[in-house]
């Protein structure tokens, strides 16, 4: 039986150069899984660029890092000051989407890409920048941008509806002035805090005016929640409202527009809203709270009804607001 020869490609002739390749990966998190998926990909490119006789790999730029915007990818910023050196003649990326998720600035790339004469090529798409006319390019790498985005978006609106309804969403367990979380991650109160929030409520239900209770407690040194002497009275307000004091929490008060209108829209029935009943520890009863409620909604002068806002024709009786004024300053 004849020996088995090794045969190899001859390439020493003139004119002959290999085509000097790189190999761009990205991927979003450190998250165990996704940089598992980072070490495949750059596996999968030697394996890649080594199967080519004419091609010879120059490097592997890896980022773990957002697509959103290129300043924060160190890698990819090298990669491409590499082309400009005239060290690569051509770019191997999975997708469009690992190349960069901004398409103004992915299309800003490949464009002084092309005017280096080098190439790029995305291997699930199958498209070269080389061979693929750049209108066409452009309105491509659009759609699929577009597309990607919006089903990214939808998929993280599932997983949080998700874990709303089944009560394992971090939106419950926040914490807020009053509160700090234990060791196993679990709301506790902050007794000097808590006491804060106690002294709000008895002041209010007393006659106090939010802006009665704003001087008391800078008057008695207290800190707000930002550590600040001064307390703005929208932080005195939302203090009153936030039923996370009696030990119940009421998420999706606020959802995100679809997109590509991501900003945040006051839920007022658009979407549903999940209460969790006794999710941590009381620091004002449900009894203080609904008459603090009552007590705001009596004393406000703006009405809500069918038309819409309004305001009411009676106004509140500023004769206890000024009594408690005399006592602030009885107390200095």
Same mark, same amino acid.
């Given at each position: ?20 390749? /790189? ?72 997708? &469009? ?47 699929? /941008?577009?597309? +990607? ?29 009053? #509160? ?12 000097? +805090? ?45 203090? @009153? ?23 945040? &829209? ?7 809203? #999940?209460? @969790?009943?006794?999710?941590?520890? /009381? ?50």
């Amino acid at each position: 039986m004849p020996e088995t020869r090794k045969v190899s490609v001859y390439t020493d002739y003139p004119g002959f150069k290999k085509k000097r390749v /790189a190999a761009y990966c990205r991927v979003s998190t450190a998250h165990d899984a996704q940089l598992e998926s980072l070490a495949s990909q750059i596996e999968h490119y030697q394996e890649y660029v080594g199967r080519r006789w004419d091609w010879e790999l120059v490097g592997i730029y890896s980022d773990v890092q957002s697509g959103k915007n290129v300043t924060g990818r160190r890698h990819f910023r090298r990669m491409l000051d590499d082309c400009q050196n005239n060290r690569i003649d051509m770019i191997i990326t999975k997708s &469009i989407s690992r190349f960069g998720r901004n398409t103004a600035e992915t299309l800003d790339a490949i464009n002084k890409l092309r005017l280096l004469d080098v190439e790029v090529f995305f291997e699930i798409e199958g498209l070269s920048t080389s061979t693929t006319k750049y209108d066409f390019l452009i309105s491509i790498l659009q759609s699929v /941008a577009q597309a +990607e985005s919006e089903s990214r978006s939808q998929n993280i609106k599932w997983g949080n509806k998700r874990k709303l309804e089944n009560g394992s969403s971090k939106t419950y367990g926040r914490t807020c002035f009053g #509160y700090q979380h234990d060791a196993e991650g679990e709301l506790v109160i902050k007794d000097d +805090e808590a006491q804060t929030v106690r002294v709000i409520f008895d002041l209010y239900l007393s006659g106090f005016s939010v802006l009665a209770i704003k001087r008391y407690l800078e008057n008695h040194a207290i800190k707000s929640p930002t550590g600040r002497d001064t307390w703005p009275k929208r932080t005195i307000d939302t203090i @009153m409202s936030n039923e996370k004091y009696t030990g119940t929490v009421l998420v999706g008060k606020t959802y995100c527009g679809d997109f590509p209108n991501n900003r945040r &829209i006051k839920n007022q029935g658009q979407r549903a809203k #999940y209460q @969790m009943a006794d999710s941590h520890p /009381a620091i004002v009863s449900q009894e203080q709270y609904d008459r603090v409620q009552l007590e705001k909604s009596m004393r406000s002068n703006i009405q809500i009804d069918s038309s819409g806002k309004s305001r009411k024709c009676t106004r509140y009786s500023m004769k206890r607001e000024q009594r408690n004024e005399a006592i602030i300053n009885i107390e200095e």
